[in-house]
């Protein structure tokens, strides 16, 4: 019995003592990104910073944010800008076409340092049409629209008239006239994983609509799939879309978007309301 003792003693001797202090993290306060493109970042919706410190990955953080990291001494931190992908809160995603912001800090034990975030678009990306110097319908570099519903009595309007900044295209409906469709002029487009192709645009609407993306190859027939369905918002929303999927499937060699509103209907088939619009603007497909 004393030898068992001796040896549990010694046993519990030869373990190393718990620290009754545990490791004091330093803090970095990281401020909401600044945006050096036009509009700023009014014109984005940075939700996120995915942040690295000395290399290491340490969450994505809703914006502002106070991040505990466990160094001491010179380091470095690296912030990415990030947005809700297809405009859903569980699926939050890296915005690769907005640089990452890089600092050297000092990280003190208790105390915390602040950094304030700048991105911009990269300088290699390609913007199929559109522009980031204005707005998707101002200047000279308008986006070439074309009314797809075959109803002559109605066209889409491009109009100041309650804009995001400057034109935005309006699409109305009512009880005569309950459908609009609009179609963006036809570009090309990547079809592979590895160069993705994301949409960003600004919306306001007090009905529903959808997105769709049509498919073509050498003048055959459109291939159409849907995107997003749209509910209300009355105030005006950024959103960005990834379309990469989407285009793999269709697999075809030109791509346009199209937007339809269509007055919404109860269950019994009777209009909602006597009428709807739908306000879109800075319309910018991008990809590497």
């Known amino acids: 019995m004393i030898h068992r003792l001796i040896v549990i003693g010694a046993i519990l001797l030869s373990m190393p003592a718990c620290d009754e202090k545990e490791d004091v993290p330093a803090y970095v306060h990281v401020d909401p990104f600044v945006v050096n493109a036009e509009g700023g970042a009014a014109w984005q919706k940075i939700t996120e910073g995915w942040f690295y410190a000395n290399g290491e990955f340490l969450g994505a953080y809703t914006l502002p944010a106070d991040v505990p990291v466990l160094a001491v001494g010179e380091g470095d931190i690296i912030v990415f800008?990030?947005?809700?992908?297809?405009?859903?809160?569980?699926?939050?995603?890296?915005?690769?076409?907005?640089?990452?912001?890089?600092?050297?800090?000092?990280f003190t034990p208790g105390e915390s340092v602040t950094v304030s975030p700048v991105t911009a678009y990269d300088d290699d990306i390609v913007v199929p049409f559109g522009t980031f110097e204005r707005g998707s319908f101002d200047g000279f570099s308008s986006i070439g629209l074309t009314n797809r519903d075959g109803d002559d009595a109605t066209s889409f309007l491009l109009t100041p008239d309650g804009g995001f900044a400057g034109k935005s295209l309006l699409l109305s409906v009512d009880t005569a006239h309950t459908l609009?469709?609009?179609?963006?002029?036809?570009?090309?487009?990547?079809?592979?994983?590895?160069?993705?192709?994301?949409l960003e645009l600004h919306y306001q609407n007090d009905m529903p609509f959808t997105l769709w993306i049509l498919g073509s190859s050498n003048g055959g027939s459109e291939k159409l799939q849907p995107i997003f369905q749209f509910s209300e918002?009355?105030?005006?929303?950024?959103?960005?879309?990834?379309?990469t999927e989407f285009i793999i499937q269709l697999n075809e060699a030109d791509y346009?978007?199209?937007?339809?509103?269509?007055?919404?209907?109860?269950?019994?088939?009777?209009?909602?309301?006597d009428s709807g619009t739908v306000r879109i603007d800075n319309i910018r497909l991008v990809h590497f």
Do not use: C, H
């Open 180 to 198: 609009m469709e609009v179609a963006t002029e036809t570009v090309p487009l990547p079809g592979t994983f590895e160069r993705e192709v994301w």
């Open 256 to 273: 346009s978007l199209l937007f339809r509103a269509s007055l919404p209907r109860d269950s019994n088939g009777n209009y909602t309301q």
């Open 81 to 106: 800008p990030g947005v809700k992908e297809n405009g859903i809160s569980t699926t939050p995603n890296i915005y690769q076409f907005l640089t990452r912001f890089d600092q050297d800090v000092t």
């Open 233 to 243: 918002n009355e105030n005006w929303n950024k959103i960005y879309f990834n379309l």
